[in-house]
């Protein structure tokens, strides 16, 4: 018997090139479609394998990320998959559609980051002056606003999945092609993390600053991890103890005009001005 | 009647570390965050699983702090029963192994 031959796409998010192979045509011009902007020609470090199932609906259910062995299994009710870290393989089963196949690739990604002391955000992130500038919160806090709001000289790394990576001078973010309500996939560039912003909405923009305790909170609270796991939970609460160190985090409060990207500037210029004198958290 | 005394012991199931004064602790099985103030802190520190809690209230906590020993009791058994609540700390009467080195 003669097996169909395997196409590859080898999407590289991050710095990472992931080979993505199917035996479906179909699927495989959606994966480049999708990831269009994304796909590299670099040598794959980690190789997925999809198989599919018939096609329906994203399922709800919780995903459950959990050991077997020397393997991942990642299940929701529309995909399972298996990824062994050692030999950086793995197999996909689900249905045809893109928003699993994100799913699946965002909860990969989270775990290998979580290994390299990066992690997957819940922020919007754009790059300024050639710095890059987080803005996390609870859904309707406006990351998308702030996107929406941005300058035309504004760079969109994404506006709803920062993708955060330790580098020599502190952090640097990452353009994700995962898109939230504004539809719209990040550039494919890197720039070294200015600041860190949880969003609340307000009558007027003001930055104020909080505490490493609240900022481990905040931080954690928007952090994308999924597995039950002693180790990469340690390792976890030790990245964003360090990401707390080592960048600057602050609430900013925003009258949604475009005005907030002014207060956006001045908090870089005045942090950058008085940066022996800023102190660190307190 | 003897007073019945209580064991305390931290979870395996915890991720723990030290910011700035205060504790962080994240439980592994359901990803719940909590930050400990300094004398939930000293409490969770000293929870080995063969330290009465009374004792760890007498010579820890009343011994940092400027607490009413009763009032300071009080505080940590209610502080000891929401944290076990959450799968951080072991609680018995009798001594425990402690989970975490």
Redesign the interface.
Known sequence: MISTPRKVACVEIGGIPIALSTCDEGFLDLLRQRYDGFLSSSRPEFELEFDLTSTGPVSDDDVRVRREGDEWLIKRGDFHARWDPRTGRGSVRQNANPYSLDSVLRILHSLILAERGGFLLHAASAVCDGRAYLFSGVSGAGKTTMTRLAPADITLLTDEISYLRPSAEGYSAFGTPFAGELARAGENCTAPVAALFFLEQGPENRVDEL????A??RL??NIL?FA???GL??K???TA?EF??RVPIRRLTFYPDGRVWDEVRNFARNFAGNLQEVPE?? | MPETCIYIARSSAIAARALAGEMMVMNSADSTFFTLNEVATVIFQAADGHTPLREIVRDRVCEQFDIDPEQAQADAEQFVSELSGHGILLVSNQPLASETP
């Open positions: 505490s490493s305790a609240e481990v909170r954690m609270r991890f039950e796991d002693q939970v340690e976890l609460l030790a103890c707390v160190a958290h307190a």
